[in-house]
């Protein structure tokens, strides 16, 4: 661990403007070094600021915000890099803490998948089965139609298991299983109930494709929300820089680590399968180029989705800039793998970042779960007060 | 100074990827620590990082490009939040440095000053007259126009003094003294020559702002530009940081200082007079607002000149976004005020930066000289040339 000691004679100039604990008062450098700059390391680092902790933060990436990152593109039009991210939770404290530093753009997302030809609601919906099937069925006609067709499964193990034993095997091939052999390189039949268990499946005409309480956008974008997160000035930011070229020299207390936790013990059981991912971005001279913000293609082509921002952020450009997702097997880290392997040598990696003492593992990747972006934050939020020695409340979903 | 001693038998990780002189490898921490992103830092960072050495830079505002920073403004409109900064220059070298970083866009800038109730093309030219009085003069008869309004003066010392002589007093006061009087609080009798020498007179009718050889924006905006020049991994980028803040911690071998010059010594022999702006930036439901980039007021409001972004950037956009300045004594500094006696408080601090051994002083601000965009880029290439101990050549204009 790259750790270094600190000269404790060394008055520090900076002990006026921040509540500091008696041994920091004695200390030279910062009182945390944050690895990552996304949800996880920003909500640390604005929380551990805020309580008069000096921080740096790093990233090895030239900028703020993690996956969320987003940024103006050649033609001007907002766009995430690293693919659409839709904010969306049921956690009052979670929307209402980023509210601190972000307004607000209502957003409900929508998503149409390509299937026989046509563009369908998923999840699937009443009007999905109509209009696959070209049937007239009500809501009562519907649940009944999933009965008829659902395949009884003993145990419900795996994602296919999810599936079939709801909507039935055609849905399930229409709509589940070549999205999802895209998407993971692995048959549902290899992948745990709750990769496909996110999806759910509806009797009515909801074509929402999330049913959280709060849905929506950062109104001048997510990049924006992390600047003021970041903006105390007891947050130092420092871009372009992987922690291990700094860490040797730069004073610290305590480490918070939110990269791949395979990467922090130099993969010393092997190396913890992600998902990778690698985008297409497109600007095309056209107001609109699809009807809803996402299309899914579980059958065709080499990618599983395009979605098209302006939907998302509601720009208005004369011009508009999309999205196409190719998922791999290399790669940034992106979607830890959910299977039941995975998370066994996920075990043994966790048992090492327990036993570290002055580092804490925080996020998507350094606890490999498969978390979105709230969930990310009230794991953070929950650190945090762990960190401070106040006890647990709420919990990560 | 703060100067970290450095241990000298620690290995370092990075001598594999740098080429480093035998003083380096013994080294840990940076070669370089550089005070201040605008374009004097950026640029030395880039030629430092490109010749093997590893530099910091930070910077207390919390994002790169010092005052030629521009982002896009809650309306997505492309923005300068420092004011307008077009870039011109002569040098074939400057932009040929600069064209490594950027495609760009060709503008040729365009300024009207509202003057008795017109909008009259500035510099004065052979419109400006003619709409001015009524008149039909050909080139010719303007160029015997001013020559018998042209006010004799015996030593041309002060701005008023250029003015006067070149095209008499009415002209003078309707497009020179408001305006001066305004943005430097002083009248151009106080001022030196310099000021107003930078405005030149044209008997023909070319209406461009500047006559320089190279006049374009960068195409997609001066903070990409930046980026593009601070990408290296030898360089690592530290925001929302005051370098006092870490130089007492953070191990470094030569410091490159590109703020203002008496800050640097604490205000050892007083402060040295900057003139500052503020800003107002309005967004407007309008697809154009101004007739050019920029109109001038010389004699009426309290704000200098209205600036039109979409006009200098070429953004398409159902709105726009111009921002007004008003000068002011305290604040940012932003021109230094060249006066003689500034001119002699500056030698005195000139003369202690000589002698700081440790640090290179480069930059508007580090130097005190109220240079361009283009000049200060000159000026720190030249500088690099200086610290590889080559030879100089060219010069900063
Ligand atoms: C394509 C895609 C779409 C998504 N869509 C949604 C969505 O619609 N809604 C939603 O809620 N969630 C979505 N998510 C999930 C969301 O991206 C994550 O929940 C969230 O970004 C995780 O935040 P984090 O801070 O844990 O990790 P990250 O955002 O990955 O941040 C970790 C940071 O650590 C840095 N880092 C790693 N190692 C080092 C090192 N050695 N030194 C320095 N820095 C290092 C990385 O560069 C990275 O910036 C999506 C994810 C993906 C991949
Ligand atoms: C309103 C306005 C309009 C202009 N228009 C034009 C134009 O049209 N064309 C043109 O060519 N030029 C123009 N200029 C001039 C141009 O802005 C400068 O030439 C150029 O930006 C100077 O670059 P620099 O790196 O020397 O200084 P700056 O860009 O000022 O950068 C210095 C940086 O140092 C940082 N700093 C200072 N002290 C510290 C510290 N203690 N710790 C950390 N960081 C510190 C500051 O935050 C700043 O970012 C204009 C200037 C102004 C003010």
Request: proline fraction near 6%; aromatic fraction near 12%.
């Amino acid at each position: 661990m790259p750790m270094t000691d600190l000269p404790s004679a060394v008055t520090n100039e900076r002990t006026e403007q921040t509540n500091t604990t008696n041994e920091q008062q004695e200390s030279k450098g910062f009182d945390y070094l944050i690895v990552g700059a996304g949800f996880a390391g920003s909500v640390l680092a604005e929380r551990l600021a805020s309580s008069g902790q000096r921080v740096l933060i790093v990233d090895r990436r030239p900028h703020i915000g993690g996956n969320a990152y987003d940024c103006y593109d050649d033609a001007g039009v907002l766009i995430h890099p690293y693919g659409p991210h839709i904010f969306h939770t049921n956690s009052k404290d979670v929307f209402e803490y980023l509210s601190r530093f972000t307004e607000w753009r209502p957003y409900q997302h929508r998503v149409l998948a390509s299937v026989d030809g046509q563009l369908l609601p998923i999840p699937i919906n009443l009007d999905t089965v109509n209009r696959l099937y070209g049937l007239n069925l009500t809501s009562f006609q519907v649940e009944e139609f999933f009965a008829s067709v659902a395949e009884k499964v003993e145990q419900v193990r795996t994602s296919e298991d999810v599936v079939v034993s709801k909507v039935g095997r055609d849905l399930y091939n229409k709509f589940f299983r070549g999205y999802t052999r895209k998407q993971w390189g692995l048959d549902p039949s290899e992948l745990d109930a709750s990769v496909t268990a996110r999806v759910p499946t509806r009797t009515n005409r909801d074509n929402r494709y999330f049913a959280d309480t709060y849905q929506a956008m950062p109104l001048h974008g997510y990049t924006r929300m992390f600047q003021n997160m970041l903006s105390s000035p007891n947050i130092k930011v420092m871009l372009n820089t992987d922690y291990r070229e700094i860490a040797d020299f730069i004073p610290f207390q305590h480490m918070i680590y939110t990269g791949p936790v395979d990467a922090f013990f130099d993969f010393c059981y092997g190396k913890l399968p992600y998902r990778s991912l690698e985008f297409r971005h497109e600007t095309h001279d056209t107001e609109q180029l699809l009807p809803t913000g996402t299309v899914n293609y579980p059958n065709d082509y080499a990618y599983t989705r395009v979605s098209e921002f302006k939907h998302i952020t509601g720009q208005r450009h004369h011009q508009t800039s999309v999205v196409y997702e190719y998922p791999r097997a290399e790669g940034d880290p992106y979607y830890p793998v959910p299977r039941p392997e995975n998370a066994e040598l996920y075990k043994k990696y966790e048992a090492l970042a327990d036993a570290a003492q002055d580092v804490t593992f925080v996020g998507r990747l350094a606890t490999y779960r498969y978390y979105n972006m709230d969930q990310v934050v009230a794991q953070a939020l929950a650190t945090f007060r762990r960190l401070q020695g106040q006890p647990e409340q709420g919990n990560a979903e």
